[in-house]
């Protein structure tokens, strides 16, 4: 069972891995950040991308150095299996062979000689997938434990009810603006209420409603049985996400061209901070999916530089993406779905680019969902799991699945508004993803090292910050940046 937990799975380079990470951190929140930019302004908004990017990029290394650390103590751990089995059988090992433990106990705090033989395979290669919540229970209590749980599956319900409000949203705005109330004459600028007229007696709202039922109903079910993501399904997939952004880029680039843009947006306007915070948070999240992502990398000796690069391109491509949509489209028409704003005649002639774009994040979401909700089904089952127990048939698969799959959905119905579930999700399960887990996962795996190895050996794949000061640093940012946001949206209600 624990070589399937730690199996690393079939091995690709690190450029592939380079590209593996940048299409799994450019994903739906791209799409929500140009409305961001032009709510806050550029000039702060491009300030906050460079240093949230600078922020996900620490904590991303933080993490690499925790996969690390739980590598070296299962391959100690193995090691030491290995040697009182030898022991049992009155063999003799030398210090060469293994790492010497004397009468270990954590709770006596000795540190441990770890004597390699020349040549060796290093102790702190990353070679098993440990995934966040197996680091969590080997570095935390249990109190951090069923935190980290608590926060990662607040986070995924997050996920899922941005994915759950995106597809019908996306599927009202195209078959509306396909009907004769909304024709070619129309302008894609143009906005819309919710109870205005989609077709014949249904308003847009039922539509989306309608079409919120369709998307429960054919892709609820697999919350229920096991799925996963087919290595061509994630190219097909990435092939269509690369062309409607390459599409979008290249559009709002001819209308400024031409002279066509519209956008004026203000230097800076800090009341539209909080969604950009939550939104560039939510964009630069892929820590909970690192240990599968750099686990198969074959040659990891330059990991630490590849990621960095990976992360300029990711600040270029976002930058490009946020400028070209903030400067081509009048800040009040820009859709919360930036590939919305393709969806009118006067910005694309062709139909076939129309649809495509339009319906392009039902294609992409709709393959993600029921991996999503899997994920968050299993984290619950982790989270209340007893050792050596097993759950009745109706809770295992009836009663986690439909508290998986109920939230997000009444979330969903309750509002389509993506830019503020993106911003809030980002803004507080994300940055506990991303900033606090990251460093508490480092600062006691730095101490569970020293204790287990003593100081004198060095993790191959150590943070560049390797201060503790670069943690306490983390740890105030997120803190202040939980109060802000609720501060924000306390003085927002208030206001209201």
Known sequence: MAGGITDTGELYSPYVGL?????????????TMPK????????????????????????????????????????????????EEDDDDSSTVSDDDVLIQENYDRSEKQPILSVQRHGSPNIFEIADRVEMGQMASMFFNKV??????????????????IYAAAVPLSLMQVTC?????????????????????????????????????????????????????????????????????AIMIILALIRIGHGQ???????????????????????????????????????????????????????????????????????????????????GCDVVRLVVIRFFLGLFPVFTISTNFPIIAVTLRNNWKTLFHREGEMYPWVVDRVVFPIITLVPPILVAFCTHDLESLVGITGAYAGNGIQYVIPAFLVYYSRKDTKLVFGSGIINKHKSPFRSTFWVGFVLVWAFSCFLFVTVNIILSETKL
């Open 19 to 31: 590209v593996y990470m940048f299409n799994l951190i450019v994903g739906t929140g791209a799409l």
């Open 144 to 161: 951090g434990v069923n935190l980290f749980y608590f926060c990662i599956i607040i986070y995924l319900y997050g996920d899922l009810a």
């Open 36 to 83: 961001a930019f032009a709510t806050a302004g550029w000039l702060v908004s491009l300030v906050l991308l460079l240093f949230l990017g600078f922020m996900s990029y620490m904590t991303t290394t933080f993490v690499m150095e925790a996969m690390a650390a739980a590598n070296a103590q299962l391959r100690w751990k193995r090691m030491e299996s290995r040697k």
């Open 177 to 245: 603006s396909a009907t004769g109330n909304h024709s070619c004459d129309m302008e894609a600028s143009t906005k819309y209420n919710d109870t205005d007229v989609c077709w014949g007696p249904i308003r847009r709202i039922d539509a989306y409603r309608i079409y919120l039922a369709v998307f429960t109903l054919l892709l609820g079910p697999f919350t229920f049985f096991d799925v996963q993501k087919t290595k061509y399904l994630q190219i097909l997939t990435s092939l269509m996400r690369w062309i409607a952004f």
């Open 261 to 343: 843009g519209e956008g004026h947006p203000p230097i800076a306007d800090f009341s539209g901070i909080r969604n950009l915070f939550g939104v560039c948070v939510y964009s630069f999240m892929c820590q909970h999916s690192l240990p599968s992502l750099i686990t198969p990398i074959s040659s990891k000796k330059h990991i630490t530089q590849l990621v960095l690069l990976d992360y300029v391109l990711i600040l270029a491509f976002y930058s490009l993406l946020s400028f070209t949509a903030i400067f081509c489209f009048h800040s009040d028409s820009l859709m919360d779905m930036y590939t919305l704003n393709f969806t």
